[in-house]
């Protein structure tokens, strides 16, 4: 029930992931009143899904304190419970991400060893994606969050994207390694010393970020929002600057002609629906965020990040990664 | 001296300068054996120009505390000592930042009742330009730094850009009001309550600064450095990417010799070089950081931001505006 145009992308969304995974079943959880009479006009959606009555919802504004303690009864927090109690796999929400992160760390609790989890998504590069993380869940970040940040990146990047040998970078304002502050200075000198030490590249900057440098992009839940919204605002200004540009003359007019089938494809490879689904990595459960503004289109996206990370057993994976790296003496700070 | 292309651009962007300005004169700091033979080559040039001989350099990857002890023959040093002395109305260095900075503190202290100076540049945005501070010169800022700032950033926005009633959002991960650290609550609380209050928007996020939904954005300089480095990695790689698409098939190539010009236009547009140039503000003296990798024309763009905050005395504005907001018990926040 949660995001700007819920329940009918969220239904729409899911008879789109339906062909694309037929072995996935879906729980939607929200008002039945709401959400029967729409099902029904989808179909062979009906056939892998159930409904979960609700009545309440998490509202956009609503504070996550006091949805943690008075929402229970919420579409969001019943799914939750939902995926801790294994009767769903994972959860796929596009409600508002502080509640979200407050009833899913409250409710399935971090993997042994994870202080914090982080929220992880992707950006576009010229030659792949690059992942990042956190974009949002922590405001601060000490040096062992950001060291964990890290293992759980690594571990997603090889597991799920396939990336045999993945690099890490932490983002900061210099390469030096006098730069940054001291959780960061720390978590380097921590990585350097851990068995990431080959895949830790050290430093990157802001524009590392689009330009690919590194598979992983470690950073605090700030720096983090800040970049991807910089990014995502940026993208668009382009976007609107070469729109302007082909509407300036009958000359650019006649081009956009010509030009188009190029430009459709590549609007196609940079459209945010894309790149919609974040994870909150780290928990003991499989969670994704969808943007709140995301069509049918963006959402199956989100369910198919859900759904690679259940295959992939990603959790399983960051769990015996950071039990062997507690063993490793470096790793284990605190 | 500084910069990856010096002394020959800044000799170049002088002779640039000297034709929009043709009322300011030059003093060079740096080599004269390496100074005057070029010199001797740019016709004008040589009559307002005058050679300051110093065999010394910073260069790009010296210690900033090192430099500011051992420096003071540096031709960084002596620029800024000639601003100090009123021999120079400013400084224009393509250097190395941190060691500009240091030594800037040093040497022409900051203005009275500001506790740090800020790095300020501006933004491109769909309707004109958003100014940003701080890009890096303070790694972490309490409330009174980003309170400053938000004065810097107003005054510099009317006296400069022109802008009547100049807007100031404070960056963050969200416009509510419970969302950041303290510092930035504490800030955004003292700005509601201060002689600002009618200007101050509240809170922006990342795609606020491209989309100019504010005039002047404050933020930390950790913060501030990456998101301009994002946003200009992220203009690159989207700029790459348009390229990539004119050359993908016959067709859009044909398109590209349609759409030329008006892409010529949106480049001149979009050109980093316009915005090159970054301000300390806050500073007793104008100091001007120009990218090292720069060329003439940018270069000379860095002299022009230069020339305007001398004409327009930003700094006689920003000292007064800071004295009046002391009287005002909002402002006196320590």
């Known amino acids: 029930m949660g995001g700007d145009n819920a329940p009918h992308i969220v ?31 989808l179909r062979g959606l009906p056939d892998v899904v159930e409904i979960h009555h609700t009545s309440e919802r998490v509202l956009a504004d609503d504070k996550p304190s006091q949805v943690v303690r008075t929402g229970k009864q919420t579409s969001m927090r019943l799914a939750i419970d939902a995926v801790k109690e294994g009767r769903a796999a994972g959860i796929v929400s596009a409600g508002n991400t502080g509640a979200l992160m407050a009833m899913a760390v409250l409710t399935l609790r971090t993997l042994p060893g994870i202080n914090r989890p982080a929220i992880a998504s992707f950006f576009p590069t010229l030659h792949g994606e690059t992942l990042m993380l956190d974009l949002g869940a922590n405001v601060s970040c000490d040096a062992v969050n950001l060291v964990q940040f890290a293992i759980m990146g690594e571990v997603f990047a090889r597991e799920v994207l396939g990336t045999k040998v993945p690099t890490v970078g932490l983002l900061n304002i210099g390469s030096e390694e006098i730069k940054g502050n001291e959780a960061l200075k720390q978590a380097a000198q921590t990585l350097r010393e851990s068995d990431l030490a080959d895949r ?7 524009d590392d970020i689009p330009s690919g440098t590194v598979d992983v992009v470690v950073t605090d839940g700030f720096t983090g929002n800040v970049a991807l919204k910089t990014a995502e605002g940026t993208a668009k200004l382009i976007r609107a600057f070469v729109r302007e540009a082909f509407q300036s003359s009958n000359s650019a007019r006649i081009g956009y002609v010509f030009a188009k089938r190029a430009l459709d494809k590549l609007r196609v490879r940079t459209d945010p629906r894309r790149y ?50 507690q063993a490793d003496s470096a790793l284990a700070v605190s």
Do not use: W
Request: aromatic share 6%.
């Open 11 to 41: 239904l729409a969304g899911a008879n789109i992931a339906r062909l694309r995974y037929p072995d996935v079943r879906f729980i939607l959880f929200g008002d039945e009143a709401e959400l029967a009479p729409r099902l029904k006009k």
């Open 200 to 206: 830790f590249h050290g430093f990157v900057e802001g």
């Open 276 to 325: 919609n689904g974040a994870m909150l990595l780290g928990l003991n459960g499989v969670c994704v965020k969808s943007h709140g503004s995301t069509d049918a289109v963006g959402f199956a996206t989100a369910i198919g990040v859900a759904v690679d990370m259940v295959k992939q057993a990603v959790n399983k994976s960051i769990a015996e990664r950071v039990a062997s790296g």
